[in-house]
């Protein structure tokens, strides 16, 4: 199944809502994260977590951490957040990982929110 990354951004929104419909703010990002991809993989999606995302350094790749929340399709980064608000430091954090991780589009998700819309941001490379 090939799905355009506007249908998936589309499906991703709709999956991050139902969670949130479900669970409300509060919880732990691990929660929500667990919660976003059993629900992304319920509509067909593939989706893998905690993915090691090596930094290359003179022609090397060395393991310093990074760790993507969720890849859905192997096109889209899935940062999610519990938090009071997204500050500038999340989205640099996800531009950095699209920046290493051969993607054009990021979500960063803030769960901790009443309105999902209001902690929902794409961004683009």
Known sequence: MHI???ELSDLIFDSALTVHRELGPGLLERVYQECLKYELNHRGLQVESEVALPVMYRNVYLDCGYRLDLIVNKKIIIEVKSMKAIEPVHKAQLLTYLKLYPAQLGILINFNVELLKNGY?????
């Not at 941001?121 to 490379?125: E, P």
């Open 121 to 125: 941001v794409r961004l683009v490379i």
């Open 4 to 6: 355009i990354e506007k």
